[in-house]
Structures are given as structure tokens and as C-alpha cells.
């Protein structure tokens, strides 16, 4: 059985901007939490902004837990040698929904491709280094649908089972939305699916 994963590490906020020096170049480092891809590219298209005298914006992206997406971009230097390496990092940091960019200026020596793989190693490095990582848990939601009557029994069960109430409708119908960790959704589930007096609408299911 697969195991499930209800947490993983990414960038509690955007880092400081650093700087890696290799031969005259400059390599100017950012990394960013981000969720979606059109976030991504808003993110790049400031980058560029700021940095519109530069010779490269070269970056990688890593999306999701379970199903992983991801994008390397080598903009310009030879391939493989810049997002690539920039990707590398991400992966050895084992961080996720992150996008780091590294900007180049050029110093007017070539570093050739060697020398471009371990300079954009570093810097993608440095950034993550400067980068605040924290962990995060992934939380399902459930719905209950019950009677206020049967409120005192259905708030016993929730606070056995150690589950967060997200949102509650106090009425004559009451409905409660609880965040449950990933992994034990099952298991809480079934547990309240034995109150017979309680529903849970369809598309919980």
C-alpha cells in the first residue's frame, strides 16, 4: 500500500537576494514559495525587469508532493548547465512548490560548461541557504451534517479524535467543516460515518 504524505518542506517566504561571484561574473540569486504556474511567470517577468541588463535568467520550479511538475530553463547557457543545476538543489534541499532564479551578468571571461554547472550550483545553493524552509502538513476537509440535538455527541467524537473545526453553523441543522491531516482522513471519516444521525454531503465522500 502507498504510503500517504500529509507534509513537506518549502520556503516560508520569499529570501533576501544573494550573490555568488565566479571570473568577473555575477550570479545573482532569488527564491520564491509559489503555488501555481502563473504565478511563476509573473514572478519571472519582474525578475526580468529588474534585472534587464543582465545576459541570462536562468531557473528551475518544483510544484506539488505526490504529483510533481517541474521546469528547468538553461535561458540562453549552454544546455544543461544552468537550470539543471539550479533544480539539483531544490531536490537536495528536499523542498517543493519553490522557484529559484539566478541571474547572470557576464564579467567577459567564459567559464565554459564545468565552470557554468558549479557556479550555478552554488548560487542556487547560497539562495536556498538564505532561503527560511519550513515544514507544512496537508489537510483534508470534512463536512457533518446533523442536528443540533445530537451537537454534545458529535463535539465528544471530534475532540476524542483530536481534529480541527475549520467552520460551524450553529441552527436547527448545524453543519461543521473539520481539517483533518491527510493520513488519518480515512480513519476519521469512518469514525464519524458510525453516527447514524449524522450525513456527510456527497461530494465528501
Not at 537576494?17 to 520564491?32: C, D
Not at 502563473?38 to 505526490?66: N, S, T
Not at 491527510?182 to 449524522?198: D, P, R, T
Amino acid at each position: 500500500m502507498k504510503e500517504i504524505i500529509d507534509s513537506y518542506r518549502t520556503l516560508a517566504k520569499a529570501s533576501e537576494e544573494s550573490l555568488f561571484k565566479e571570473k568577473g561574473s555575477k550570479f545573482f540569486g532569488y527564491a520564491f514559495p509559489v503555488t501555481k504556474e502563473a504565478e511563476i511567470k509573473e514572478i519571472i517577468v519582474q525578475i526580468k525587469k529588474e534585472h534587464y541588463a543582465a545576459r541570462h535568467w536562468c531557473y528551475a520550479w518544483k510544484l506539488g508532493v505526490e504529483q510533481v511538475q517541474y521546469r528547468v530553463n538553461d535561458d540562453g547557457e549552454p544546455s544543461n548547465s544552468a537550470g539543471q543545476p539550479i533544480y539539483g538543489q531544490i531536490l537536495s534541499a528536499e523542498i517543493t512548490n519553490v522557484l529559484v532564479v539566478i541571474v547572470r551578468y557576464f564579467g567577459g571571461v567564459k567559464l565554459g560548461v564545468g565552470g557554468l554547472v558549479r557556479a550555478y550550483k552554488a548560487a542556487a545553493e547560497l539562495t536556498i541557504e538564505n532561503s527560511e524552509i519550513v515544514e507544512k502538513i496537508i489537510e483534508e476537509e470534512l463536512v457533518l451534517v446533523f442536528e443540533y440535538a445530537h451537537m454534545n455527541k458529535v463535539m465528544r467524537l471530534v475532540k476524542q479524535l483530536n481534529v480541527t473545526i475549520q467552520q460551524q453553523e450553529m441552527a436547527l441543522n448545524c453543519q461543521l467543516t473539520l481539517s483533518i491531516k491527510k493520513s488519518e482522513y480515512a480513519q476519521v471519516k469512518s469514525a464519524f460515518e458510525k453516527l447514524h444521525f449524522l450525513s456527510i454531503p456527497k461530494n465528501e465522500e
